[in-house]
C-alpha cells in the first residue's frame, strides 16, 4: 500500500470509530504499530485534528472532515450497483476491492449525497455463482493480466470431458454466467468456455499468450 494510500486509510478508521488504537489500525493495514505512530504525528503535524489519550487510542476532532467529492445522485446510484455486482458475480479480492473503493467515495461525500431519496432499488444476489466458478475467476483473471497459457478440466453441454491448453484473452459477463474467451490449441481456433463447466485449471507460465481479445470478438462476430 502506498504511503499516501496509508494516510487516507488512518483518516478513514478515525472517522468510522470513536477512538481507535495504534495496535487495531496496524492490524487492519497489516503494518507496524510504530508506522501507525509516525503516520499519526505526520497527519498532526500537516494540521488534521487527531487526539490521543493513553489506553484509550486515537479520535478525530469533531467538525473535520475532507474535501468533499461531487457526484450526482444518479452516478453514485451506478457506482453502489457496479460495486454491488462485483462483490456478488466477481472473486473474492475484486469484491474486496469494490467495497473499499466504495467506502472511499462514501467517506468523502457531503452528508446530502451519502444517501439517495428512498429505499435502493438495486439488489444483486449473490448465491447464484458458486465458490468455485469465483476462485477460477481469480485465478483467470491473473492468467490474462500476465499473459500465461492454462489447462483446464471441461465439461460441455452433453456430459463429455475433455482437457484443452488454451491462451485466455478475455473474462466476459452475460448476466448469469461468466465465459473463458481463448485461443484452443487443440481447434487452432477461439473457443468460449463456461466457467461454471471448468472443472480444473492449471496456470502453465512457461507458455505465452499471443492472442489477444479484440482478435477474438473478430472471430466471434463473424460466426454470427
Not at 449473490?126 to 489447462?151: V, Y
Amino acid at each position: 500500500m502506498r504511503r499516501a494510500d496509508r494516510l487516507f486509510q488512518i483518516v478513514l478508521c478515525l472517522r468510522r470509530r470513536r477512538a481507535v488504537t495504534a495496535d487495531q489500525m496496524a492490524e487492519e493495514l497489516e503494518v507496524s504499530p510504530r508506522t501507525i505512530y509516525r503516520d499519526i504525528r505526520d497527519l498532526m503535524a500537516s494540521g488534521v485534528p487527531i487526539d490521543g489519550e493513553a489506553g484509550v487510542g486515537y479520535r478525530l476532532r469533531a467538525g473535520f472532515d475532507l474535501p468533499p467529492l461531487m457526484f450526482k445522485a444518479e452516478e453514485l446510484q451506478a457506482l453502489r450497483l457496479g460495486a454491488q455486482i462485483v462483490q456478488g458475480w466477481a472473486d473474492a479480492d475484486l469484491a474486496r476491492a469494490a467495497r473499499t473503493a466504495l467506502e472511499r467515495i462514501e467517506a468523502v461525500l457531503p452528508d446530502r449525497l451519502r444517501t439517495v431519496n428512498g429505499p435502493e432499488p438495486f439488489y444483486v444476489p449473490d448465491f447464484f455463482i458458486r465458490e468455485e466458478t469465483k476462485n477460477f475467476l481469480a485465478e483467470l483473471r491473473r492468467a490474462i493480466q500476465a499473459k500465461h497459457q492454462i489447462r483446464i478440466g471441461y465439461t460441455r453441454a452433453d456430459g463429455e470431458t475433455s482437457e484443452r491448453q488454451v491462451e485466455p484473452v478475455g473474462l466476459f459477463f452475460w448476466g448469469n454466467r461468466w465465459t473463458l474467451g481463448a485461443w484452443c490449441n487443440l481447434r487452432r481456433a477461439f473457443r468460449s468456455f463456461r466457467l461454471d463447466r471448468i472443472e480444473s485449471l492449471v496456470v502453465l507460465p512457461e507458455y505465452r499468450v499471443v492472442h489477444d481479445a479484440d482478435e477474438y470478438i473478430e472471430a466471434m462476430n463473424q460466426e454470427e
